[in-house]
């Protein structure tokens, strides 16, 4: 029998348990089975990270450290992250159940995140003002805002980190990081490359928990600066109210339920394989995963047939298998809600094409890649993210009627678009009401190019350089050169 792993958070430079020491079970996807333990975070244990990032933020090496000498940390932490791909993909696998061919490629390539902000970090500048009154040097200085609070989610969890953390730490902020109470052991195991990269203690704090006490106390600290949160849309309601306490800045990226937008002169073969890796990649626990397919009537039956064939013979097996294309839901509540979900547009009307039900002999929460053919937009399930490997399908005759489906929802992540027609490719990318237009492709980031959403998929931008200012805040300057005394205040001119 596997021995069950206790795991400690981090706070100001060591490793450390909750203050009551009581610890929540994390379990193993693929198998059903607690494989470790994770601390869980008092409020008092909140306040001693958010204290310990003040002090890192505000006196020490930290607070004198110029901004080349930050950018030097954050490289070496990618340079660490990527040699240590293998174990930190390893673990996500065991405690979120994505497959290990990505987490592990996703740890490596999340280095390179990394590696940008520690090359943007000498590069924030203010301006100097053409100011209208004489004898007056104005000019603006960009400053760090202090703690900031980031809250990720299990899926993606590194790569959420790296956006969040990079532009943070290399603005000269201080972090207190939140990690899932679905799956914190990578971001835990992630926190020991923190003291190797250089990072003075109480820079970067992680701790572990649930949305009461830890996360509540975490965003509504009187210390902390700014909140950067990914989630669910209630969570991110109750962050935007506990920040009522300390009016921190806030971002929000709160996922969606993406079109995938399928016209009739798109490559066929191309736009399935787009919309398979959209919606099926990452067992559809994406915040962008294309979940919504609108095909032109011209081609949709010819589509749905090369992909329902596709999908069919998807290999669903044990994530840490190299051929496994699919794994695990990560939690058994996911699980519940497609199933619950699946059954009532059957009710409405749907029809199911492939999949639709948990696949035989494996236990674990399996869910085969399930394809709904849906006959109106009305249905509950078109607008629900389920954030699992479920694709609903409607089909339209023009470009105006896609795009009014595509923006009828209360989502605004992402979308995709197939089509050749270079012309439409404009229309649509300036049509879709939505913070990311993948056209001819789909699920590709970068760390030089902007990722958020509108409407109820939140606000705010992660990656890029813009990001960078999102952690500072201007300070205006104003230097009178004149030799001449100020004039009696009281004598008008």
């Known amino acids: 029998m596997t021995a069950i792993k206790d795991y400690q958070m981090l706070i100001d430079g060591a490793w450390v348990g909750a203050s009551d020491g009581q610890l929540f079970e994390s379990v193993n996807p693929t198998t059903g089975k607690v494989w470790c333990r994770v601390p869980e975070a008092t409020a008092e244990d909140v306040d001693r990270a ?41 673990t996500e696998t065991i405690d979120t159940g994505k497959m290990l061919k990505e987490t592990r490629w996703q740890a490596k390539y999340i280095a390179e995140f990394f590696h940008f902000y520690a090359g943007c970090a000498d590069k924030i500048s ?9 004898d007056m040097f104005v000019f603006t200085r960009r400053e760090p805002l202090g703690v900031v609070a980031a809250i990720v989610p299990w899926n993606s969890q590194l790569f959420l980190v790296a956006v969040k953390m990079g532009p943070a730490l290399a603005a000269g902020n201080t972090v207190v990081l939140k990690a899932s109470e679905h799956a914190s052991a990578a971001i835990l ?31 509504s600290h009187p210390l902390v600066a700014r909140i950067s949160f990914t989630g669910g849309p209630g969570a991110g309601r109750a962050v935007l109210s506990n920040s009522r306490e300390n009016f921190a800045q806030v971002s929000l990226e709160l996922g969606g339920k993406s079109p995938f937008i ?7 073969d191309s736009a399935v394989n787009g919309s398979v890796a959209g919606i099926f990649g990452a067992t559809g626990q994406s915040c962008v995963a294309g979940s919504r397919l609108y095909l ?48 009532h547009a059957k009710v409405e009307g749907a029809r199911i094409l492939c999949g639709g039900k948990q696949p035989g002999g494996l236990g674990g929460t399996y869910y085969e890649p399930t394809i709904v053919d849906c006959p109106r937009q009305d249905l509950r399930i078109v607008d629900t993210e389920l954030f699992g490997p479920v694709l609903s399908v409607l089909r ?6 896609v795009i009014a489906l595509a923006n009828h929802t209360q989502h605004g992540l992402a979308a995709g678009v197939f089509t050749r027609d270079g012309a439409r490719q404009m229309r649509m990318a300036k049509a879709i009401r939505c913070g990311i237009v993948w056209i001819n492709t789909y699920r590709v980031v970068s760390p030089i190019a902007e990722f958020g959403g509108v409407k109820g998929s939140g606000y705010g931008r992660e990656s890029g350089f813009q990001a960078m200012y999102d952690y500072t805040r201007p300070k205006t300057v104003w230097v009178n050169t004149s030799t001449e005394p100020m004039a009696n205040p009281f004598v008008m001119r």
């Not at 954050?74 to 293998?86: C, V």
């Not at 926190?191 to 975490?218: Q, T, W, Y």
């Open 296 to 343: 032109h009537e011209d081609i949709a039956d010819a589509f749905l047939e090369k992909m329902v064939s596709m999908a069919r013979q998807i290999r669903i097996g044990d994530p840490l298998e190299d051929d496994t294309q699919m794994g695990p839901l990560c939690t058994a509540g996911q699980l519940a809600t497609i199933e619950r979900e699946v059954a």
């Open 262 to 268: 399928v016209f009739e002169d798109a490559d066929i």
């Open 396 to 401: 339209f005759r023009t470009e105006a009627e």
């Open 189 to 219: 195991e992630f926190g020991a490359l923190i003291e190797a990269a250089g990072f003075p203690p109480g820079v970067v704090n992680i701790v572990s928990g649930h949305g009461d006490p830890c996360g509540r106390v975490l965003t």
């Open 50 to 90: 958010v204290q310990a990032a003040h002090r890192a933020f505000s006196s020490g090496p930290w607070a004198e450290m110029s901004p080349s000498a930050r950018g030097h940390c954050l490289r070496k932490l990618g340079d660490l992250l990527a040699e240590q791909s293998e174990n930190l993909g390893r």
């Open 126 to 134: 203010g301006e100097t003002l053409p100011i209208d009154k004489p």
